[in-house]
T-cell receptor, first 113, second 112 residues
């Protein structure tokens, strides 16, 4: 069965520091992968997506992610974190040929001033 | 209105009440979704509708009853809920298979 694992429940970084959030997936074929961000009391907003092609994808708000098939990973990165990046981040994969999106449990990011 | 809207934003109901959640998407999408978001659990896909037809029912208890009268509107009718049904209920839409979803702000439901 397909699954998504986000091993870090909480991460704390200082403002201006670099960030990497981990995501591992279990999927038989080439997956469609997504990163979403959720601010308190809000719905999820798409940061970036990977369908095919270049394995390094750029997203909004200065985020990027790299698809590594050999490691079944799709880690999210940002070179310099801003206080406004504090939120919860979700990795997701689509089950091929269906509308069944599978989400990870999320990583809550705290940013220290 | 733009994007995906949900009403009400907050709802408190007793276990014997009947209430409905409403979702509307202004994006011209053909698929709509209901998710349940509970603390410390992954988002749980509840229902999917594509062109008004239900394509997924993720073993959701019958006390949750979805309705999709057209591609822009989605309802979730609630009846005889349990306290463990308290959660954030998120609606989303997408253009088709394998595309990104656009989410509404959610309805925070509390069952007393």
């Amino acid at each position: 069965a397909q699954s998504v694992t986000q091993p870090d429940i909480h991460i704390t970084v200082s403002e201006g520091a670099s960030l990497e959030l981990r995501c591992n997936y279990s999927y038989g074929a080439t997956p469609y992968l997504f990163w979403y961000v959720q601010s308190p009391g809000q719905g999820l907003q798409l940061l970036l997506k990977y369908f095919s092609g270049d394995t390094l994808v750029q997203g909004i708000k200065g985020f990027e992610a790299e698809f590594k098939r050999s490691q079944s990973s799709f880690n999210l990165r940002k070179p310099s974190v801003h206080w406004s990046d504090a939120a919860e981040y979700f990795c997701a994969v689509i089950s091929s040929g269906t509308y069944k999106y599978i989400f990870g449990t999320g990583t809550r990011l705290k940013v220290l001033a | 209105e733009t994007g995906v809207t949900q009403t009400p934003r907050h709802l408190v109901m007793g276990m014997t009440n009947k209430k409905s959640l409403k979702c509307e998407q202004h994006l011209g999408h053909n698929a709509m979704y209901w998710y349940k978001q509970s603390a410390k659990k992954p988002l749980e896909l509840m229902f999917v509708y594509n062109f008004k037809e239900q394509t997924e029912n993720n073993s959701v208890p019958s006390r949750f009853s979805p309705e999709c009268p057209n591609s822009s509107h989605l309802f979730l009718h609630l009846h005889t809920l349990q306290p463990e049904d308290s959660a954030l209920y998120l609606c989303a839409s997408s253009q088709g298979v394998g595309t990104e979803q656009f989410f509404g702000p959610g309805t925070r439901l509390t069952v007393l």
